[in-house]
């Protein structure tokens, strides 16, 4: 008498490098999409909240160094992300036009407020031009 299959050999399949990379793509898009937004709303929060009567806002180095670096390294990351699993996707013939216009929606939606808090930042320094340090900005 034979033993039925266990459930276990049965989804041990093997998956494709361009499946797993596609997945991987994904959830790094999940992942920087997530973190920057929650890094954002805190620094939103930080400075948002007034501070005890007769204190002064020293200095914003680490808010600036942490937009920074979401501008600069988290955007592009999740723009790739994004387009290689669409890539990918258009490659193997599954990719779903709605899953990639909630992507694009999520990283456009989550960095113009990353961008409009540094925004605030630049403002709150004037004569110091902060825009310098954003690899791909826009203008001078």
Known sequence: MEHPRC???VSMKVVAPSRKTELLSDVVLVVAVL???CRTAMILHALATPLPKGEIRMDLFDEIQSMKGLLNGLLPLAGLALALSAGIKIRAKTLRPLALALGLAAIV???ACTAATYSLLVAM???VNLWTLIWWRFGS
């Open 7 to 9: 459930p276990i050999e």
């Open 35 to 37: 973190y920057g937004g």
């Open 109 to 111: 939606g989550v960095f």
């Open 125 to 127: 320094h004037p004569g």
